[in-house]
T-cell receptor, first 114, second 113 residues
Framework: DGGITQSPKYLFRKEGQNVTLSCEQN?????MYWYRQDPGQGLRLIYY???????QKGDIAEGYSVSREKKESFPLTVTSAQKNPTAFYLC?????????????FGPGTRLTVL | QKEVEQDPGPLSVPEGAIVSLNCTYS??????FMWYRQYSRKGPELLMY????GNKEDGRFTAQVDKSSKYISLFIRDSQPSDSATYLC?????????????FGSGTKLNVKP
């Protein structure tokens, strides 16, 4: 089955710790994205990557970092510099077609700071 | 002003009702309009996609786009309890390998048996 997997499903972090959220896709998609979802605010773009070894900041990149060493993988690190990291994090991927650029989403990781 | 505005609800309807969900937007460059459905604690899944103005129907779901009013709608006929979810509208301007999506905040729908 093709799809996007995210792990872990739930993650708890202490103040001052860095944590890394995993995102893997086997859809052979070039582009991958990280979003943050907070209640009542919809999805906000953190980082995106169009190709291996290249990534760009989204609207709320401060306190986050990413890497794209493989086409299939786009891990997100939430650093201690992120002031309010408790949120639901969604990874997505897409392959552009001439008529549609659908983004497929993973199941999400819920991060809670203790 | 947000690029995309969506009433957060919650919207509660009896089973079998017709549901109307709406979004407004400010950027006239948007050409691609999507509706995603998100069940609680899950990732969003694409429900409907429309290019430019007009209507699109898929089973019990109809998507409408009125570009002159910058207004999009999703209608659900014969609503079922399984339709209870948060519905997110999304829009984009052009199709490239990366294309920024602008999401509404989502409307939470509850269909009561």
């Amino acid at each position: 089955d093709g799809g996007i997997t995210q792990s872990p499903k739930y993650l708890f972090r202490k103040e001052g710790q860095n944590v890394t959220l995993s995102c893997e896709q086997n859809l052979n998609h070039d582009a991958m994205y990280w979003y943050r979802q907070d209640p009542g605010q919809g999805l906000r773009l953190i980082y995106y990557s169009q190709i291996v070894n290249d990534f760009q900041k989204g609207d709320i990149a401060e306190g986050y970092s990413v890497s794209r060493e493989k086409k299939e993988s786009f891990p997100l690190t939430v650093t201690s510099a992120q002031k309010n990291p408790t949120a639901f994090y969604l990874c997505a991927s897409s392959m552009a077609r001439i008529d549609l650029n659908e983004q497929f989403f993973g199941p999400g990781t819920r991060l809670t700071v203790l | 002003q947000k690029e995309v505005e969506q009433d957060p609800g919650p919207l509660s309807v009896p089973e079998g009702a017709i549901v109307s969900l709406n979004c407004t937007y400010s950027n006239s460059a948007f050409q691609y309009f999507m509706w995603y459905r998100q069940y609680s604690r899950k990732g969003p899944e694409l429900l409907m996609y429309t290019y430019s103005s007009g209507n699109k129907e898929d089973g019990r779901f109809t998507a409408q786009v009125d570009k002159s009013s910058k207004y999009i709608s999703l209608f659900i006929r014969d609503s079922q309890p399984s339709d209870s979810a948060t519905y997110l509208c999304a829009m984009s301007a052009e199709v490239y390998s990366f294309n920024k999506f602008y999401f509404g905040s989502g409307t939470k729908l509850n269909v009561k048996p």
